[in-house]
């Protein structure tokens, strides 16, 4: 009995076969699930804006690999890009929308400049390279599209307010997907990281006091490390999450219940 249950687990949350696109995949979380997914057996293509970053990624995966260098905050190339995506495997099963900016400006130095590649970047690259794919996801009836959100889709933190407010509307863009394209097999979630170590947040792994602070606000007790990612991936990409769709995990750790 154990072993027929251990059997129809593995198959339960197997990705073996699947094909994925990862953006941000040179660097941070995204480069860690772009790693992860093709360590399980899926074909991906790692999308980024630094080639020399994306080579580096896939010369260290294990697991069938392209790359495709593209800047994601012009809206105008999203099309040709996602024609570019689906050169190697066709038409992704999974779309991991990882990659993002936080241009760190306060409220009173918000530029148009800065406020615009936050919004395309973090907003409309997701829901657009997730419209070009929606098409041949239906044609498979199946389909997994997971953004990424933040504590600030819920907090206001300092010098975040077109970050906040583009991940405020990631939430809203998930549940919008949600509520478009399940009826098709697709479905559409986002995880909300809490503070990981990566580029986004150097300017506060840079304070050592600041980190011990937001640790101490998790119930956990600790920040979030990469393989912290690892599990709410498997569980969105996989038939095992086939009735969840237009839900927000917050992967933090517990700050956002205090």
Known sequence: MAELISTASAGLFSLAGKTACVTGASSGLGRHAASFLAQNGVRVVGVARRLDQLKDWQ??????????????????ALSDIAAQI????????????????????????????????????????PFFLAQSFAKGMKAKGWGRIINF?????????PGGISYGA????????????AEAWSPFGIT???????????????????????????????????????EDLDGPLQFFCSDASAYVTGQILSLDGGYTAK
């Open 59 to 76: 010369a260290s995966t294990v697991g069938e690999t392209q790359v495709v260098s593209a800047d994601l905050s012009d809206r105008s």
């Open 166 to 177: 583009s991940k405020a509307g990631v939430a809203q863009l998930t549940r919008a997907m």
């Open 188 to 226: 559409a979630n986002a995880i909300a990281p809490g503070f990981f170590e990566t580029e986004l947040t150097a300017a506060v792994f840079n304070d050592p006091e600041r980190a011990a602070r937001n640790a101490e606000q998790t119930c956990i007790g600790r920040n979030g490390v990469s």
């Open 86 to 125: 689906s050169k190697p495997f066709g038409t992704p099963d999974i779309l991991i929308n990882a990659a993002g900016i936080n241009t760190r400006q306060i409220a009173d130095e918000v530029t148009p400049e800065g406020w615009n590649v936050t919004i395309d970047l973090n907003l409309a690259a």
């Open 149 to 157: 959100a933040s504590l600030q889709t819920y907090r206001a933190f």
